[in-house]
Each structure stands twice: as structure tokens, then as C-alpha cells.
């Protein structure tokens, strides 16, 4: 397993689905983790839960579509750490619609979330991560960012603009020993999509987890866990030489299908 140890590691959307598994694995692997969500239940009992073990993780209830949130959440972890290693953006917001039917209040929520909660992290840390002698940030694309899928548009817009921020922090920031890499899952099965179909196809449940499913050539939708290893990876020394890279990890959804 490539080991964290001494690295402080903020996490956004931590408690659940592909957050919650890279918070026990980065603390697993002996990182301190702060992750940060919006869902005081699931966030208490996950940092009771990982506690419990001996390793490190600390809950922050934080809404990074507020800049304002998120400047003072980072710079408090700073304050208590001195430090900050590793960022993992990974809270994000989905939608079903197209370029007709999606709402300008929709639209906006999703900037909000998952391209301007990005930048305020990304705007926040970065000057921190330079104070600390350097830092591995990840950010969470999608396949929706590098091929069309259907009523797809805000998310797939968010998503697209995801990736390009990541190509330019990387460039930016060679000389501060920072790296910034993005992932680009294609489906995972986590309760976000469990409640996704239960909201958007009710009484079609089971057919369309069954359709999603098949269409990641491989047969299956992505576990967190595995999501999580590739974070890990990311966030190790071992990535040392790896920085301004997108990585697929789709089942084959992208290359398979195009």
C-alpha cells in the first residue's frame, strides 16, 4: 500500500460514495485527513468511525460554493496543522437535462458546486501548498467531460471546465512542487446513484441500474474502492513524475465505446 504518513490531506464531499472511501483509505494509509461535506450525520459517524481505529480524520461541515466557507475552513486546517499535502476535490452535483430544457437556476447550481467550489479550493490551498515546500492536488472530472452522453449538458459543462482547470494549475505551479492531476470515473455504484435512479426513474430502478451498469464495457458499474486506490496512487511519492494528466477509470467506457 503507498503510504501517507505525515501528509495532511483535505477532502471535499468526504463522507459518502467515492469521498467516504478515500477517506479511510488516505487515513488508512496515514495521512491526517480533514474532509470536509455538508452532512453532519454521515460526516460525525464517519470521523467516530475511523477514529476508532487510531487513525486520524476530522469532520468540517463546509459549503464550498461559498467562497467565504471554504477560505476560512482551509486556513483554520492550516492554522492547526501548518501544513496541507494533498487536496482531493471531489464534491460535485449532478443533473439531467439538455442545452433547452436545463433552467438557468439549475445551471447556476451546478457552477456553483462543481466549478466554482473547485476553484475556491483550488484558490485557497494553492498558496497554503506553497508555504508547505509543495502538494498533490486531484480533481474529479467524469467521462461526461471527454465524450457526449444524452441530457448530460450542465454536468458534462461543469465537468469539461473540471479538467481544464486542473491542465492549467498544473502549468502554473511547476516550480512550486506542486502536482495536479484529475480522474475521469465513469460509473461507480454509490448511493448517489442509487438515489439518482430513485428520483429521476421511479418504479425503473432495478432496469436502469441494470442498463447503466452495461454500459461500461467491462459489465459493471465502478466500486469506490477503486476509485479511491487511484487517489491514493496520485497522492503518493511514488506519483512524483506524474502531474497535468487525466485519467479514465471507466471500465472502458471511453475507448471501448468511442
Do not use: W
Given at each position: 500500500?503507498?503510504?501517507?504518513?505525515?501528509?495532511?490531506?483535505?477532502?471535499?464531499?468526504?463522507?459518502?460514495?467515492?469521498?467516504?472511501?478515500?477517506?479511510?483509505?488516505?487515513?488508512?494509509?496515514?495521512?491526517?485527513?480533514?474532509?470536509?461535506?455538508?452532512?453532519?450525520?454521515?460526516?460525525?459517524?464517519?470521523?467516530?468511525?475511523?477514529?476508532?481505529?487510531?487513525?486520524?480524520?476530522?469532520?468540517?461541515?463546509?459549503?464550498?460554493?461559498?467562497?467565504?466557507?471554504?477560505?476560512?475552513?482551509?486556513?483554520?486546517?492550516?492554522?492547526?496543522?501548518?501544513?496541507?499535502?494533498?487536496?482531493?476535490?471531489?464534491?460535485?452535483?449532478?443533473?439531467?437535462?439538455?442545452?433547452?430544457?436545463?433552467?438557468?437556476?439549475?445551471?447556476?447550481?451546478i457552477v456553483d458546486v462543481n466549478v466554482k467550489g473547485v476553484f475556491h479550493c483550488l484558490s485557497s490551498c494553492i498558496p497554503l501548498m506553497q508555504k508547505s515546500g509543495g502538494g498533490a492536488i486531484v480533481?474529479?472530472?467524469?467521462?461526461?467531460?471527454?465524450?457526449?452522453?444524452?441530457?448530460?449538458?450542465?454536468?458534462?459543462?461543469?465537468?469539461?471546465?473540471?479538467?481544464?482547470?486542473?491542465?492549467?494549475?498544473?502549468?502554473?505551479?511547476?516550480?512550486?512542487?506542486?502536482?495536479?492531476?484529475?480522474?475521469?470515473?465513469?460509473?461507480?455504484?454509490?448511493?448517489?446513484?442509487?438515489?439518482?435512479?430513485?428520483?429521476?426513474?421511479?418504479?425503473?430502478?432495478?432496469?436502469?441500474?441494470?442498463?447503466?451498469?452495461?454500459?461500461?464495457?467491462?459489465?459493471?458499474?465502478?466500486?469506490?474502492?477503486?476509485?479511491?486506490?487511484?487517489?491514493?496512487?496520485?497522492?503518493?511519492?511514488?506519483?512524483?513524475?506524474?502531474?497535468?494528466?487525466?485519467?479514465?477509470?471507466?471500465?472502458?467506457?471511453?475507448?471501448?465505446?468511442?
Amino acid at each position: 500500500m503507498y503510504t501517507l504518513n505525515n501528509k495532511t490531506a483535505i477532502i471535499t464531499g468526504g463522507s459518502k460514495g467515492i469521498g467516504k472511501a478515500t477517506t479511510q483509505l488516505l487515513a488508512k494509509s496515514g495521512a491526517d485527513v480533514y474532509f470536509i461535506d455538508i452532512d453532519d450525520q454521515e460526516g460525525q459517524s464517519l470521523q467516530k468511525e475511523i477514529s476508532q481505529r487510531g487513525q486520524k480524520a476530522t469532520y468540517i461541515n463546509c459549503n464550498i460554493a461559498s467562497y467565504d466557507d471554504v477560505k476560512k475552513t482551509i486556513e483554520g486546517i492550516f492554522k492547526n496543522t501548518g501544513k496541507i499535502d494533498i487536496l482531493i476535490n471531489n464534491a460535485g452535483i449532478a443533473h439531467i437535462g439538455n442545452a433547452t430544457n436545463t433552467t438557468p437556476e439549475d445551471f447556476q447550481k451546478i457552477v456553483d458546486v462543481n466549478v466554482k467550489g473547485v476553484f475556491h479550493c483550488l484558490s485557497s490551498c494553492i498558496p497554503l501548498m506553497q508555504k508547505s515546500g509543495g502538494g498533490a492536488i486531484v480533481n474529479m472530472s467524469s467521462v461526461a467531460a471527454e465524450l457526449g452522453i444524452s441530457d448530460r449538458f450542465a454536468y458534462s459543462m461543469s465537468k469539461g471546465a473540471v479538467s481544464a482547470m486542473t491542465l492549467s494549475v498544473a502549468k502554473d505551479y511547476l516550480n512550486d512542487n506542486i502536482r495536479c492531476n484529475a480522474i475521469a470515473p465513469g460509473r461507480v455504484h454509490t448511493p448517489f446513484v442509487d438515489n439518482f435512479i430513485k428520483k429521476n426513474y421511479p418504479g425503473q430502478e432495478k432496469e436502469m441500474f441494470e442498463k447503466l451498469s452495461k454500459t461500461q464495457p467491462i459489465g459493471r458499474m465502478g466500486k469506490p474502492e477503486e476509485i479511491a486506490g487511484l487517489i491514493q496512487y496520485l497522492c503518493s511519492d511514488e506519483a512524483s513524475f506524474i502531474t497535468g494528466s487525466i485519467y479514465p477509470i471507466d471500465g472502458g467506457f471511453i475507448t471501448l465505446n468511442s
